[in-house]
């Protein structure tokens, strides 16, 4: 297995990931008849990403527990996209919700 560095890839990775969760959290809770509520997608989305990206302080047996993010750059998953920094996106949650209901609305 061959992780590259590779920041930019990474963070284009990671945005478009965010983007599919918060797209699926509105559609379901649209579906389920409790609106597209962009507050409350916006929490669901920082709440997943703090976890994700091992922003949120958690424990295992008494050891920290910390994910550390990669991307699988082919389909067999030899090659893997990451940052030194690990992933950043509780971030950057905000920003991409907010433009997947401008794009929303403005469709």
Not at 69 to 87: P, Q, V
Request: hydrophobic residues 35%; aromatic residues 8%.
């Amino acid at each position: 297995m061959n992780i590259k560095d590779e920041r930019d890839e990474f963070e284009k990775r990671q945005t478009k990931l965010i983007q599919e969760i918060a797209g699926s959290f509105r559609s379901r809770l649209a579906e389920m008849g409790l609106g597209a509520d962009q507050e409350l997608v916006e929490s669901l989305v920082f709440d997943i990403s703090v976890i994700l990206d091992g922003s949120r302080e958690m424990e295992l047996e008494g050891k920290p527990l910390r994910p550390f993010l990669t991307f699988s750059d082919d389909r067999k998953g030899e090659h893997l996209i990451g940052s030194e920094y690990g992933s950043w996106m509780h971030e950057i949650c905000g920003g991409v919700v907010e433009q997947i209901f401008d794009d929303e609305s403005s469709a």
